[in-house]
């Protein structure tokens, strides 16, 4: 049997549609489909109040698709947008949603979710006992090569390290690690992490090609970043180091909202330019009451090479005055040098390569501090939970 398009649709029709009538294809509810490398991604769409009632409609799905011969794996989301179309079909009139069910809410007093009444409640990892997320306001930064040398500078201080990369547009992971191939799956539902350097990864860059473009929406990259940190089999992790997409978009948002970030370290270079989205990035996390480790000032100065001498190409400074301005931790300066774009391409991190060396030096002493706020930030929130007391 080929695995195409038409072979996903015709499975698909098993599906009974919510309320049991009609199917998810017939009743025009499946998104356009995609497939590569044996993974099938789509979505289907439900009332967005009625998305958690119908959680084992997506899984009725996934399970079908995954029944198929060829099939390694199913990426299935449930969205509130009008179908994407593509099916050929028009689909009925729909009844009437129910009642949204209540849901719990963990949430800081006063903050976006208590006001919205509507955030879903954060739940952690098993085995992970910390998760950071490293984010810049914009690309170009440098937030992916600092985030795997501050993964490996926290396991150089004898913590049990993971990464997940959790930019699905533009993947970095494989290839600032060297690592190639596809993960193996414990069970065949959990995916097992790739390791380098001692570090447990996972990215969408193990699942698809290096050149395949992911034409997706929110939905759909929020259905897979939710997938990839929950149905990892991660094992017993101290901290395990998120790197986010670019900027402050829907996927953003959804991971600062939905994953118990226990705080977040903010990229940037010096110049205003980028410091203005650095902003942005910063005050998200204040929204969604994730606290802020601090600032790190990538690309900080140039030292030629041959001759030792220093250039301020992009300004200096800026990020230590914005962090001192805002009243945040700032980390540290990393210079932009030769080495660390050198290690970068050969997925041989300069951490792990050169660990006596000046710049795994740098990034050593910003993973110290990250770990000194971290432990501060996760005993501020040990105090801040409520005590029961027996009389």
């Known amino acids: 049997m080929t695995l195409d398009r038409q072979t996903v649709i015709d499975r698909l029709r098993s599906v009974k549609g919510p309320d049991l009538e009609g199917d998810i294809v017939s009743l025009g509810l499946v998104s356009e489909i995609f497939i590569a490398d044996g993974k099938v991604f789509f979505s289907i769409t439900v009332p967005a109040r009625r998305a ?24 299935v989301a449930l969205t509130a947008e009008k179908a994407g179309g593509g099916m050929g ?72 390290v993971g990464i997940l990369d959790a930019d699905i547009y533009g993947p970095s992971m494989p290839r600032l690690l060297g690592l190639k191939g596809k993960p193996e799956t414990a069970d065949g539902k959990t995916l097992k992490p790739m390791e ?6 996972m ?11 992911m034409i997706w929406r929110g939905p759909m990259v929020v259905s897979a970043l939710r ?50 989205d650095a902003r942005k990035g910063l005050n998200m996390f204040r929204r969604v009451d994730v606290p802020l480790l601090g600032i790190v000032e990538n690309m900080s100065y140039f030292v030629a090479p041959d001759t030792g001498k220093r250039y301020d190409i992009f300004g200096h400074g800026g990020a230590k005055a914005e962090a001192e301005r805002l009243g945040v931790p700032f980390l540290g300066e990393v210079p932009l040098t030769m080495d660390v774009r050198e290690t970068s391409d050969a997925g041989t991190p300069v951490v792990a390569s050169n660990p006596d060396g000046v710049q795994a030096g740098v990034y050593r002493e910003i993973a110290g501090r990250v770990h000194t706020h971290l432990a501060a930030a996760m005993q501020s929130a040990a105090d801040e939970a409520p005590a029961i007391v027996f009389e």
């Open 52 to 75: 958690q009632e119908l959680e084992p409609l997506r899984q009725a799905a996934e399970t079908a698709v995954k029944s198929l011969p060829g099939v390694k794996g199913a990426m």
């Open 227 to 276: 997938q990839m940190l929950r149905d990892v089999a991660w094992g017993e992790l101290d901290v395990l180091v998120v790197d986010m997409p670019p900027g402050t978009g829907d996927a953003q948002l959804t991971m600062a909202q939905q994953v118990p970030l226990a705080g977040a370290v903010i990229v940037s270079t010096p110049q205003d330019l980028a410091l203005i």
């Open 196 to 201: 380098a350097f001692g570090v447990k990864v």
């Open 89 to 160: 079909a028009t689909p009925p009139p729909r009844p009437n949603p129910a009642p949204p069910r209540p849901t719990s809410q963990r949430s800081a007093p006063g903050g976006p979710a208590a006001q919205a009444g509507q955030q879903p409640a954060k739940q952690d990892v098993p085995g992970i006992k910390a998760i950071i997320a490293v984010a810049s306001g914009k690309g170009g930064v440098g937030k992916s090569t600092t985030a795997v040398n501050l993964a490996l500078g926290l396991k150089a201080l004898g913590l049990k």
């Open 203 to 213: 990215s969408m860059g193990f699942l698809v090609e290096e050149d395949t473009p």
